[in-house]
Nanobody, 123 residues
C-alpha cells in the first residue's frame, strides 16, 4: 500500500482559492487512481473527484465541476486539488485516497487514505 499525506488546507474567504497537495510514499504511486473526498461535520464522506493513474482522465462531483481541478505529478509522487471560487459549503476536511477504480464514489474502493486537511471557507 501507499502512504498518503495531505497539505495545503486553511482558512479562505468565499470566492478565493486553495491548492491541496497529497504526497505519497512508495514507488507504486503511479499505479494508483487517486480520489479526493471531503467530510463536513455531521455529514457523510463525499466524493469530490478522481484522476486516473496517468492523469489523462478525471471525474468530478457535480457540486465542484468547473471550480475544482485535479492533477498529479507521478515523478513527484504527488496529487493536487486546485479549488477555485470556493463557497462556504465547501468547508470540510479533505482527504486524498488511492485505489484501483477510476472515479469511484465509494470510499470502500480506495485502499489507502491520508489523515485529512481542514478547509474552511468564510463568508
Amino acid at each position: 500500500q501507499v502512504q498518503l499525506s495531505e497539505s495545503g488546507g486553511g482558512l479562505v474567504q468565499a470566492g478565493g482559492s486553495l491548492r491541496l497537495s497529497c504526497a505519497a510514499s512508495g514507488r507504486t504511486f503511479s499505479s494508483y487512481a487517486m480520489g479526493w473526498f471531503r467530510q463536513a461535520p455531521g455529514k457523510e464522506r463525499e466524493f469530490v473527484g478522481g484522476i486516473s493513474w496517468s492523469g489523462q482522465s478525471t471525474s468530478y462531483a457535480d457540486s465542484v465541476k468547473g471550480r475544482f481541478t485535479m492533477s498529479r505529478d507521478n515523478a513527484k509522487n504527488t496529487a493536487y486539488l486546485q479549488m477555485n471560487s470556493l463557497k462556504v459549503d465547501d468547508t470540510a476536511v479533505y482527504y486524498c485516497a488511492a485505489g484501483f477504480v477510476l472515479g469511484s464514489m465509494r470510499p470502500t474502493d480506495y485502499t489507502s487514505w491520508g489523515q485529512g486537511t481542514q478547509v474552511t471557507v468564510s463568508s
